[in-house]
């Protein structure tokens, strides 16, 4: 295993016998010719790649696409049917809600043996359990069995434990969805330390933002098979392609990501994201009147559109209020993002959306054309939409992504009839008073008096 290399898998496969009825299993066991009752199935095929010290690695997929199974196996729950695995340290893991703690013992008693278990001496829980008990801030529960506790605190204390046993390797499995939003937020706090602490994690999020946020590269396993690696943004939007694909075209779509190349791709986007850098700064060296202007070079090059049920988004905009085409925006100006919407097919409760998205897919806020109960009730085939949402250009400069998507009921669902995912690039320049920092400008001008 190379030096800075935690994780080191091989060729990994994981089968189980599916019997068909649990009579098949005694039939097979004493059959005298040994006649096979069961088929092989695989919960991972052929599974190979290793994860770097210090490297935040996001794992998505499919129910059942073999993610917990992976996980299980790194930390010696099951074992592999076949290839290699090494692991070069001590791990952490956060497995499924119900797992690790055993629900008779009081919360105090589960966290001296979750700490022992995880290797530690019990002075050094003790040490600890302070530290480990305020970040859980489950109060005194603390005190009482596990089995009294709701899912959010049960969370909340197997979180405190897992990452207050300094592992090397941290594994997080979906706990993050249970707990409200200000536990997130304190849990992302605290992973993006453990970050900087040079811990190896491994994430798995059915969050897009989430694994895009926090993770260096991701991966995307499907029916058992690593069908991708590359960069977080790049495997989310393939995830979400399998996601939202409707069944008869999945086998090809498959095909297709199986096609990709994720070295290939992760140069092509480090490509393109220089590209637009390089723009940027020379664009804004040319212009010190801070006009908006339409750049042509500066054009999306990871537009994807995907669910298309006879309905097209096209002629995507961003124009000002005279209407003038622009994509390299002034702070605090007002714009229109525009598009139009053919409909083929007769659609019905139909809304439009909109989403803007920092470069590293962070979303940073959207909008609908009206609420479900407003929906347009009915827009007839043949029927075009124009469609035109007016926002403040209230960002930092920087390159910025816009969505777009028009949904409808279909059999009672809300569905996406037709969706662009990165439909429109703009820029907001940097002017001679930019003094704001973040992403977002809060109008924060200052004042400031000697009293
Ligand atoms: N003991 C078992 N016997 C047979 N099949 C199993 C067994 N354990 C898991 N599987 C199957 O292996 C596949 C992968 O399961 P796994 O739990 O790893 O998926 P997952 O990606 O974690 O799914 P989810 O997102 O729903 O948690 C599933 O089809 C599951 O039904």
Redesign the pocket.
């Known amino acids: 295993m190379a030096e800075n290399t935690v994780i080191e898998i091989k060729n990994l496969t994981k089968t ?1 016998k ?1 019997y068909n009825t649990p009579s098949d299993r005694v039939k097979e066991a004493f059959h005298p010719f040994r006649k096979k009752f069961h088929r092989i ?1 695989s ?1 991972l095929n052929d599974v190979s790649f290793d994860v770097k010290r210090g490297e935040t690695l996001g794992i998505v ?1 499919r ?8 996980l299980q196996i790194l930390c010696g729950i099951l074992n592999p049917t076949d290839g290699l695995i090494e692991v070069n340290g001590r791990i952490s893991a956060l497995l499924e809600l119900g797992a690790g703690f055993n629900p008779e013992f009081t919360g105090r008693e589960n966290v001296f043996i979750n700490g022992a278990i995880l290797g530690l001496t019990n002075k050094e829980i003790q040490e600890r359990f302070d530290d480990i008990a305020d970040f859980a801030d489950i109060g005194d529960f603390v005190d009482q069995p596990v089995k009294t506790y709701s899912s959010g605190m049960y969370v909340r204390l197997a979180f405190s434990v897992a990452i207050h046993v300094n592992a090397d390797i941290l594994i997080v499995d979906e706990a993050l969805a249970v707990g409200d939003e200000i536990f997130q937020r304190k849990c992302f706090s605290r992973i993006q330390q453990l970050q900087k602490e040079e811990t190896t994690i491994l994430f798995v999020s059915h969050s897009a933002s989430q694994i895009v946020e926090l993770c260096n590269r991701a991966i995307l ?1 499907d029916q ?1 098979e690593l069908l991708l690696m590359g960069t977080p943004k790049s495997v989310v939007s393939e995830y979400h392609k399998l996601i939202f694909s409707e069944e008869d075209k999945i086998d090809s779509l498959r095909e297709t990501i199986r096609a990709l190349n994720a070295k290939e791709l992760r140069e092509q986007e480090n490509y393109n994201k220089l590209k637009i850098t390089e723009q940027s700064a020379q664009t804004i060296a040319d212009e010190p009147n801070l006009q908006e202007f339409y750049e042509p070079n500066l054009v999306p090059k990871s537009t994807i559109s995907y669910n298309s049920r006879g309905v097209h988004i096209t002629d995507v905009q961003i124009t000002t209020p005279d209407g003038n085409l622009v994509n390299v925006l002034v702070r605090r100006h007002k714009y229109f993002y525009t598009y139009k919407v053919r409909f083929e097919n007769t659609a019905y409760n139909v809304r439009f959306g909109m989403m803007i998205k920092t470069v590293s897919g962070v979303e940073l806020g959207g909008s609908a054309s009206s609420s479900v109960k407003d929906a347009i009730p009915c827009i007839e085939a043949g029927e075009t939409v124009s469609v035109k949402f007016s926002f403040k250009c209230l960002l930092q400069p920087g390159v910025y992504f816009f969505n777009a998507g028009a949904l409808g009921v279909v059999d009672g669902t809300e569905v996406y009839l037709h969706r662009l995912i990165d439909a429109a690039v703009f820029r907001v320049q940097a002017g001679d008073h930019f003094l704001s920092t973040g992403l977002i400008d809060f109008y924060a001008d200052p004042v400031v008096s000697v009293l």
């Open positions: 189980y599916l199935f919960a997929g129910n059942g696409s073999g993610k917990s199974t992976l396993l058992g």
